[in-house]
């Protein structure tokens, strides 16, 4: 008999060391063997079920290792966290922008978007709105904002992460989920963080301008893009690309990307990029230092 309930001890054990999804039944049986006068019995006890409770737990956390530098008048700068449902059930959550305690300036136009798993901002990812995070599963966010012009120093921005389960509950408390209980043990701080955007004295801005072939804009009508590279401040730039997409509904004309009037760049087949060399600027100007043009027509 011993060994029948040292056996189940020690199953249970192992089920929970490795952490078990809520709503898991956990059935016991007790069996029992005897011998009366030589002659072996055996017996079991009545079922019991118990089924496990869902523990709400979370973390957010800012990924970017230091600040991350922004040019004044700078638009959808990102900076990248990640959260972990480390609780034992699917959860759902809501997300808000918030704002740390260092504030020199104000961001505009704060959105938090899902990563689409590359790591980076860009168009293919998508606004997170309400969002299903597996137990032990997690996903990365990115908080975007605008800069403002007259930006300075320091700004500390971030995300919060609210529980859909949890909804109202405080620390510790409890809710009926169907037939097992929700039981909320996410500290206040671990719902959310911020990272830190640092403004440089240096900045580059582009100005896009167009002009149209005809008076009015038809099939066949081409257009000229061109893109004026200012800089704002005082100081070195080195590694500046500058990337367009081509405009739906039109086709790129070839060989007509060109840097100050030479041909330049390349054409990906959807959109145009030009290295331009470093940039040193000793003293404030507001004349572009370099200008970009290049053709498409009106399919």
Same mark, same amino acid.
């Given at each position: 008999m011993n060994k029948y309930i040292i056996t189940f001890i020690?199953?249970? $054990?192992?089920?929970? %060391?490795v952490g078990i999804t809520a709503g898991?039944?956990?059935?016991?049986?007790?069996?029992? *063997?005897?011998?009366?006068?030589s002659v072996p019995f055996s017996a079991t006890s009545n079922e019991l079920i118990d089924i496990v409770d869902q523990k709400?737990?979370? $973390?957010i956390v800012c990924q970017e290792s230091e600040a991350v530098i922004v040019g004044v008048? &700078? $638009? #959808? #700068?990102?900076?990248r966290f990640i959260l972990n449902n480390t609780g034992n059930g699917t959860d759902s959550y809501v997300f808000s922008s918030i704002e740390g305690d260092v504030l020199d300036f104000k961001v505009s136009n704060a +959105?938090?978007?899902?990563? *689409?798993g590359d790591g980076i901002f860009s168009v293919e990812d998508s606004l997170a709105t309400e969002i299903d !995070?597996?137990?032990?599963? *997690? =996903?990365?966010?990115?908080? !975007?904002?605008?800069?403002? &012009? +007259?930006? %300075?120093?320091? %700004?500390?921005?971030g995300i919060k992460a609210s %529980?859909? =389960?949890q909804g109202s509950l405080d620390y510790g408390e409890s809710k009926k989920l169907e037939n097992f209980y929700a039981v909320a043990l996410t500290e206040e701080s671990a719902k959310s963080d911020v990272c830190t955007y640092e403004v440089s004295n240096l900045a580059v801005a582009l100005e896009k301008t167009a002009i149209l072939s005809s008076d009015k804009l038809y099939k066949g009508s081409t257009i000229e893009y061109k893109i004026a590279v200012n800089v704002i401040g005082e100081g070195s730039i080195d590694n500046i690309v500058v990337n367009d997409n081509i405009p739906t509904g039109t086709v790129y004309v070839d060989n007509s990307l060109k840097l100050d009037g030479v041909t330049a760049g390349d054409f990906n087949g959807t959109a145009i990029s030009v290295v331009l060399p470093s940039i040193n600027q000793l003293k404030e100007n507001s004349e572009p230092k370099h200008h970009i043009t290049f053709d498409v027509k009106v399919q």
């Open positions: 020690l199953m249970i $054990q192992s089920l929970f %060391s898991t039944e956990i059935k016991n049986i007790a069996y029992l *063997n005897y011998n009366l006068e709400i737990d979370m $973390q008048g &700078e $638009q #959808r #700068r990102a900076m +959105d938090i978007y899902l990563d *689409n !995070v597996l137990s032990d599963g *997690n =996903i990365s966010l990115f908080l !975007v904002s605008d800069i403002p &012009e +007259d930006a %300075s120093n320091f %700004s500390e921005n %529980s859909i =389960i």
